[in-house]
């Protein structure tokens, strides 16, 4: 057995996969599990009741976590003059006009976020089949359209967030790394729990959390009590 399957089988005997854990107990465990070689993302996977075939049922939206991911940020813009300027100011890691437009086309793609002012929606708009599927399209929806592109890129580095909901109608966030403290990481968790309530499609019928999941990258799932939306923070008392 590889030491990933030893490590993953250890977890597994850790955790009672039908147990509905709190926050805080999910939280709490998954920072008790056999650590990788590295610093695991922890994730939190929500399943909610929508029917995302209707446009009023998606979620799409953004989100500053409390703590950051912990996740280093590659940025690239598109802009031109003072605009280029001031994305490379605030931090952008690739800036271009026309030029990043061929790059791109071309199949570089070593970025995690794109920006774009609005007046290079002509060259930005060709690419599409290129960072469509990888969800990389600018969009004026997210605020990565938009001549402001010094906070963009400052807002994008300090972990600012996009979610939306999959074909599933599933969304599937990055809340903070295994290093992080146990607070923390429940405060990510909170703040992006309340982000999912508050983004409720009014056309939205029946139960809306059927199911929310918390996993490190390499290990197992743990069940989390959708009805637990209160007080998440204050279940621990271990300092951040």
């Known amino acids: 057995m590889s030491s990933r399957g030893k490590r993953y089988e250890k977890a597994r005997e850790k955790i009672d996969r039908e147990q509905l854990y709190s926050p805080a107990e999910a939280v709490k465990t998954l920072k008790e599990l056999p650590n990788a070689r590295f610093d695991e993302t922890v994730e ?3 399943r909610l009741g929508l029917n ?3 446009a009023d049922q ?3 939206g953004t989100l500053m976590l409390p703590h950051g991911t912990g996740k280093s940020v590659r940025v690239a813009v598109f802009a031109e003059g003072d605009k280029a300027r001031e994305a490379e100011e605030a931090g952008a890691d690739v800036v271009g006009s026309a030029d990043l437009a061929k790059r791109v086309e071309e199949g570089f793609t070593d970025f995690d976020v794109a920006i774009a002012t ?3 929606m002509g060259n930005v708009g060709k690419l599409g ?8 399209m600018p969009n004026p929806k997210t605020g990565t359209v938009t001549f402001d592109v010094g906070k963009a890129v400052s807002d994008a580095k300090a972990g600012k967030l996009e979610y939306r909901t999959d074909r599933g109608a599933c969304v599937h966030v990055s809340i903070g790394k295994k290093s992080f403290g146990e607070k923390n990481l429940l405060e990510n968790y909170a703040a992006l729990l309340d982000e999912i309530l508050r983004a409720k499609p009014a056309a939205a019928k029946g ?7 918390l996993a490190t990258t390499m290990g197992p799932g743990l069940k ?6 209160r007080g998440i923070v204050e279940e621990q008392a271990v300092p951040a």
């Not at 139960?207 to 929310?212: F, L, T």
């Not at 989390?224 to 939306?229: F, H, I, K, L, Q």
């Open 44 to 46: 939190a996977h929500f």
């Open 129 to 136: 089949r290129v960072l469509g599927p990888r969800g990389l």
């Open 118 to 120: 609005p007046d290079q």
């Open 224 to 229: 989390v009590d959708p009805t637990r939306t």
């Open 58 to 60: 998606q979620l799409r």
């Open 52 to 54: 995302v075939r209707h």
């Open 207 to 213: 139960r809306y959390i059927q199911g929310i999941t």
